[in-house]
């Protein structure tokens, strides 16, 4: 691991990927913007068939970075919108959480 688990930041992407991405593709893409630590891709879970992936970055400095310049900007090939990235939800946190 590159890090001490506090340390390594998670940056989720989700909504835009079209089907059949791959995690190479995901990797080249924030490359760009520091070392990339790990990708975690979903498929399959909306309706539309678009995929989501979390991007693991060594550094906060370059999640943020990534954030800043793909968040509403890039457009995948296949894509017809451009891709939601926001920091991960810290675990426990309750967002997402429906009551009831």
């Known amino acids: 691991m590159c890090c001490e688990p506090n340390e ?10 079209p089907p059949g991405t791959s995690d190479d593709e995901i990797r080249q893409i924030f ?13 399959g879970g909306s309706r539309s068939g678009m995929a989501c992936c979390f991007v693991r ?20 090939d296949g894509a017809s919108e451009p891709l939601v990235c926001r920091f991960a939800d810290s675990p426990g946190s309750g967002r997402g959480r429906r009551a009831g």
């Not at 390594?8 to 990927?17: E, N, Q």
């Not at 490359?31 to 498929?43: K, N, P, Q, T």
């Not at 550094?59 to 943020?64: K, L, Q």
């Open 8 to 17: 390594c930041v998670r940056a989720r992407c989700a909504a835009g990927l």
């Open 31 to 43: 490359l760009a913007y520091g070392e990339v630590e790990e990708v975690f891709l979903m498929r």
């Open 57 to 76: 970055f060594t550094r906060h400095e370059d999640a943020t970075a990534a954030i800043q310049a793909v968040h509403g900007k890039l457009v995948p």
